[in-house]
């Protein structure tokens, strides 16, 4: 069964500081990953996609990576501020299959003063 | 700016009810789709579309129906709400097929089923 583990589940941070956070998946054959942000009572709004051949890519302060040999993604946050405050999704799809995407349950950042 | 609308943000109903959920996009989009979100859970894919008057089933349409007459609405029907289906309802959309394109999505609507 396809799968992605997300990791940390939450994770609090002080303003300013940076974070990781961790993508694993099982989903075979792999078509690309992208990076969520879901603000609390919103819809996810997309940070980032990867393909197979694609190991990193960034939007502003957010950098994503992708090891597709060990099947990991993360999600790098710089110089974090209070509106970073959410939840990261991890969605990963197959190729050749119609509308399969898995999703991860998320971590859920709080950015602190 | 994609724009997915979604015609409730929050909605109380009680058990046995006949429940619409609506959602309209504003981007010629082909595809739709409507998900639930369940705490600790991932997104669950409910039904989707390709076209309209399309429909298939996703991972968990049980309980649901869909009906997508004009491209940009896409809505789902709870024929006789349930205590279990309370969760926040996530409708998106997408150009092309699903693995290709970023899907883009509404606000959500959380309901509750007493």
């Known amino acids: 069964k396809n799968q992605v583990e997300q990791s940390p589940q939450s994770l609090i941070i002080l303003e300013g500081k940076n974070c990781t956070l961790q993508?694993?998946?099982?989903?075979?054959?792999?078509?690309?990953l992208r990076w969520y942000k879901q603000d609390t009572g919103r819809g996810p709004v997309s940070l980032t996609i990867?393909?197979?051949?694609?190991n990193t890519k960034s939007n502003g302060r957010y950098t994503a990576t992708l090891d597709a040999d060990t099947k990991q993604s993360s999600l790098h946050i710089t110089a974090s501020q209070l509106s970073d405050s959410a939840s990261y999704i991890c969605?990963?799809?197959?190729?050749?299959?119609?509308?399969?995407?898995?999703f991860g349950t998320g971590t859920r950042l709080q950015v602190t003063l | 700016d994609v724009k997915v609308t979604q015609s409730s943000r929050y909605l109380v109903k009680r058990t046995g009810e006949k429940v619409f959920l609506e959602c309209v996009q504003d981007?010629?989009?082909?595809?739709m789709f409507w998900y639930r979100q369940d705490p600790g859970l991932g997104l669950r894919l409910i039904y989707f579309?390709?076209?309209?008057?399309?429909?298939e089933k996703g991972d968990i349409p049980e309980g649901y129906s869909v009906s997508r007459e004009k491209k940009e609405r896409f809505s789902l029907i709870l024929e006789s709400a349930s205590t279990n289906q309370t969760s926040m309802y996530l409708c998106?959309?997408?150009?092309?097929?699903?693995?290709?394109?970023?899907?883009?999505f509404g606000p959500g609507t959380r309901l509750l089923v007493l």
């Open positions: 998106a959309s997408s150009l092309l097929r699903p693995q290709q394109e970023t899907q883009y």
């Open positions: 993508c694993n998946y099982t989903v075979s054959p792999f078509s690309n």
């Open positions: 990867m393909t197979f051949s694609e």
């Open positions: 969605v990963v799809s197959e190729t050749g299959t119609a509308s399969k995407l898995t």
């Open positions: 981007m010629d989009h082909e595809n």
């Open positions: 579309s390709y076209d309209v008057k399309m429909k």
